[in-house]
């Protein structure tokens, strides 16, 4: 409830004004006004040039302004170097065994092999701000897969994968087109590449285990802190607590590990398998990223141009086949919205089938 009032606010209240405003009519210029914007920024500037024309991202080079220092377009810039030219590939490692050099050596390798590895999609630098190229591996069932997930590989006309992943190229030159097939040949013998994948897990582990501590000693006085990781942090020197980074015991494995510069031994099609030097991250059975060494030189031109024109070869209805299944999918769409799906997939999709009863009903 509201404090009461005094009786003296009361009267100066209902007392008359004795204020007199006298009324100056003031002879103005009248002012152009601007138009209102509910905020100033990039966004909501003073522009009128069409949305449509208008750059979505602050600062491009194509706005005639000079070239920034910092924002996308820079940040694409300063990774030319480190970013391959061309996109990866999804594997599965099988298990290491070994290769007998020339001179009798024994070389240790790890043998990883392609399942139906395939394109999904390309992301571009005017939509997504940046290049790559999405890579799916092996099949999934579609009853294990939401809806969404379903209708993103309908318009694709691709079967649903089991790992998707992106592979960042270093301009519009890396893209695939969707739909296509990665084999083994897309690295050549005595390529350098990088090899990604999770270390294997090991379960909660102590510090000299986890770190290689060297351990306390056994006796002289030391009594059940044999292998305990000794004092964690001081009272006065770090001021009563604990250093952020401090090496403790806790979960070991499971991180990303990359193993670069392994040379290719072997590429074969036929059992689609590639069979690079040394060891990789992981156990058996599980997911690695394979992409051209960073810090070598490229493949050559020759064979990346050769591997592209072999894509086309091989699948020459690539865009032809994207856009089919686009069509279709916007179609199978309307028979949803319409509840003809059920019909449709008791009699069988088939071609023409899904317009066929909707041009009968607009006629």
């Known amino acids: 409830m509201a404090p009461r009032l005094p ?8 007392a008359p004004s004795t204020l007199i405003r006298p009324a100056i009519a003031l002879d103005l210029p009248p002012r152009t006004l601007l138009p209102r914007t509910t905020k100033r920024g990039v966004k909501y500037g003073w522009s009128t040039e069409n ?10 080079p ?5 070239t920034p220092t910092s924002g996308p377009a820079a940040a694409l810039k300063r990774k030319e170097r480190t970013t391959p030219a061309r996109a990866g590939v999804l594997a599965i490692k099988k298990g290491m065994t070994a ?16 399942d139906q ?22 099949e999934r069932r579609p009853v294990a897969l939401t809806a969404p997930m379903l209708g993103y590989y309908e318009a694709k006309g691709i079967a649903p994968k089991q790992h998707l992943a992106e592979f960042r190229v270093r301009d519009a030159e890396g893209l695939l087109p969707v739909g296509v097939q990665l084999q083994p040949d897309w690295f050549h013998v005595g ?24 351990g306390q000693e056994a006796s002289h006085g030391n009594s059940l802190n044999h292998r305990t990781p000794g004092s964690l942090g ?26 670069q510069n392994l040379p290719v031994l072997l590429v074969n099609n036929d059992l689609g398998i590639v069979v690079v030097k040394g060891a990789v991250a992981g156990p058996k059975g599980c997911i690695v990223r394979i992409q051209d ?23 020459p209805d690539a865009k032809a086949h994207l856009t089919a299944a686009r069509v279709k999918h916007l179609e199978l769409k309307e028979a949803r919205k319409e509840g003809r799906i059920h019909k449709l997939l008791s009699a069988g999709v088939t071609e023409g089938a899904v317009s066929a009863p909707h041009e009968e009903a607009m006629a």
């Open 51 to 60: 949305p449509r024309d208008r750059t979505r991202r602050f600062r491009q």
């Open 293 to 315: 060494a960073v810090k070598k030189a490229p493949p050559p031109k020759d064979f990346i141009e050769l591997t592209r024109q072999t894509l086309e070869e091989r699948f």
């Open 191 to 214: 390529q350098w590449v990088d090899v990604r994948a999770n270390s294997r897990g090991m379960g909660f582990a102590g510090a000299m285990k986890r770190h290689g501590f060297k």
């Open 234 to 259: 001081g009272s006065q020197g770090s001021g009563s607590r604990v250093i952020p980074g401090k090496k403790m015991p806790g979960r070991m494995g499971n991180e990303r590990v990359t193993m």
């Open 7 to 14: 009786a003296r606010c009361w009267r100066q209240l209902q």
């Open 62 to 66: 194509d706005e005639g302004l000079p």
């Open 117 to 138: 590895v395939q394109t999904v999609a390309n992301k571009t630098w005017s939509k997504h701000g940046y290049w790559a190229v999405q890579v799916g591996l092996g």
């Open 99 to 114: 290769f007998m050099g020339r001179s009798g050596s024994r070389i240790p390798c790890t043998v990883l092999q392609l």
